[in-house]
């Protein structure tokens, strides 16, 4: 009886030993989460070994996600875990991301220690598993306990989850990986596609710089995720910082040059303008400064051009609000497009820094956000491609209108002024009398139809040159300040053909004052724009 007490307590604290903090026991399930279960070391001056690391102390992570974020240490991680069954375990220590610089698994094996590497900077030969993630094949004896040593290097955000699973497990993450950027992709080249013949045939500018930006928001995409990172051939893994930061860049570049233009903020915002100019450079900036420092040998991580690129989003949504102010109805795509933006790059952000966890979803949601902005932009031009096109079907309505009446109007003017010319010829033989008091009265009736008969052949050039006026200048008025009334945009027009103040308002038989407050309230609204009516002569 002593005896079997004995060897009961051995055996309980024997299974502790084996069982103890931190231990992982393996179990049949597919995939077996132990991110809340490593122990934690920072080597801030990335000089330890692993053979120094066995006796340093570790710091258990007490979250369900590992979320380390930007840092230029090195970062250790140790777990054991003990095998159960009967037979040995093949299976897969995975890491939920592929975009570290490097990955080293350390295992003890024969008491000597061996190592396998993977990561977005490590040549793919050298890679311990071909993955969209950082994936290691591990063997667990039966009935033993394996210690493991990961070290973990990266320029990008630490924020991972560690788990072990099965093949089957990794092929199906694989599968949806590419099956998302698939979707995504297939959807982006739709719109573009879509978009590049509707530019064609408008034959408008603005789209062509959508597809622009629309192909920079696909090379920044797909860099995030690691796609160009791991599909780099040998030899050329030097370059994979560099993939990473300048697709991101040019996604900023690019789209801050669609915005300025569909949203002409050279003249309509000049404040959203220079922030747009002022945020590219600043991603630019940071992605020279960080590229050089690499280029040095000097371990420097890309927080600083992620930051660049969530301020620029800021400042896509306030030009889109600043737009819809000043009337510009189809920002109102604009805006909920760069909405969906920030809100998938807040969802991101949110992620690494821990406050939500890592799933499907999250990991996801920056993607859905990105296609739902290139979509909503795609609506935009759509609206205001709709938008220009009723103004220009107004416009030739218009246009075919007057065109009527201006030749009822030239035909009026020929048969009064002939017979005017008639009536003077025959005062000009009365005015040949020798009566002084006829001849003087006449004089000045004869001197007031020569001015009226001037003023008809002034009138009747301004209407026949009015049909280009129509057709050039009142489409660019209309255009560029919205907010001009039909009779102001006439005005200007009779400014445009060099008539004075005394003269519009012959023409138009109202008063002198009517024509100068007229005038008046066109430069108030001109000066909102930053212009005045002498200003839009010279530029018009």
């Known amino acids: 009886m002593k005896e079997f007490c004995l060897y009961f307590l051995l055996s309980v604290i024997s299974g502790l030993s084996v069982l103890g903090q931190g231990t992982i026991v393996l179990t049949d399930e597919e995939k077996n989460t132990i991110s809340s279960k490593v122990e934690l070391l920072h080597d801030v001056e990335s000089k330890l070994t692993i053979e120094q690391i066995q006796s340093m102390s570790f710091k258990r992570n007490d979250y369900s996600t590992i979320n380390i974020g930007y840092n230029n240490s090195v970062d250790w991680f140790k777990f054991s875990v003990y095998n159960p069954n009967e037979s040995d375990a093949h299976r897969i220590v995975h890491l939920s991301k592929f975009l570290l610089d490097s990955v080293t698994l350390y295992f003890n094996n024969d008491r000597k220690w061996n190592s396998f590497r993977t990561g977005a900077h490590i040549s793919p030969d050298e890679r311990a598993f071909r993955?969209?993630?950082?994936?290691?094949?591990?063997t667990l004896a039966s009935k033993d306990t394996a210690v493991f040593y990961l070290k973990v290097i990266s320029s990008y955000s630490r924020q991972f989850d560690i788990s072990i699973v099965n093949k089957k497990v990794l092929t199906k993450g694989d599968l949806r990986e590419v099956s998302i950027l698939s979707l995504f992709i297939g959807g982006l080249l739709i719109i573009t596609i879509f978009n590049f013949f509707i530019g064609l045939r408008v034959k408008d500018n603005v789209y062509f710089h959508y597809i622009l930006a629309n192909i920079a928001t696909g090379l920044a995409v797909?860099?995030?995720?690691g796609?160009?990172?791991f599909n780099l051939l040998d030899g050329l893994t030097h370059w994979s910082p560099y993939i990473v930061a300048w697709p991101t860049v040019l996604y900023v570049i690019a789209s801050s040059n669609f915005s300025i233009r569909f949203l002409d903020l050279r003249k309509s915002n000049k404040l959203s303008y220079y922030l747009m100019i002022a945020s590219s450079?600043?991603?630019f900036t940071a992605a020279t400064i960080v590229s050089i420092l690499r280029l040095n040998g000097k371990q420097i991580h890309h927080e600083s051009v992620v930051y660049?690129?969530?301020?620029f989003s800021v400042i896509a949504i306030y030009a889109g609000i600043m737009a819809l102010k000043k009337g510009n109805v189809h920002a109102k795509y604009y805006l909920a497009g760069w909405i969906c933006s920030l809100l998938g790059l807040m969802a991101m952000t949110l992620m690494y820094t821990g406050v939500l966890p890592n799933n499907v979803f999250t990991n996801n949601f920056y993607v859905i956000g990105v296609l739902c902005e290139v979509l909503l932009l795609a609506f935009a031009l759509t609206d205001r491609y709709r938008t220009l096109q009723k103004e220009k079907d107004y416009l030739v309505f218009s246009l075919t209108h007057k065109k009527n009446d201006l030749s009822r109007v030239i035909i009026d003017n020929r048969l009064r002024q002939s017979f005017k010319a008639e009536i003077l010829e025959k005062l000009k033989h009365i005015y040949k009398s020798q009566d002084e008091t006829i001849k003087t009265q006449l004089g000045s009736f004869i001197a007031d139809l020569n001015i009226q008969f001037d003023a008809d052949e002034k009138r009747s050039q301004l209407q026949e040159n009015i049909d280009q006026v129509n057709s050039e200048f009142e489409e660019k008025l209309k255009e560029r300040f919205p907010k001009l009334t039909k009779s102001e945009i006439e005005i200007l027009g009779y400014i445009k053909l060099k008539l004075s103040t005394k003269e519009i308002a012959n023409t138009r038989k109202v008063?002198?004052?009517t024509v100068k407050v007229?005038?008046?309230r066109i430069n108030k609204k001109l000066a909102e724009e930053?212009?005045?009516i002498d200003e839009l002569m010279l530029d018009l």
Do not use: C, E
Not at 131 to 138: A, E
Not at 308 to 311: E, L, M, Q, T, Y
């Open 222 to 225: 797909l860099a995030i995720r």
């Open 281 to 283: 450079l600043a991603s």
């Open 227 to 229: 796609y160009f990172s």
């Open 511 to 513: 008063s002198l004052t």
């Open 530 to 532: 930053g212009t005045s």
């Open 131 to 138: 993955s969209y993630n950082s994936s290691f094949p591990v």
């Open 308 to 311: 660049a690129n969530f301020s």
């Open 518 to 520: 007229t005038k008046h």
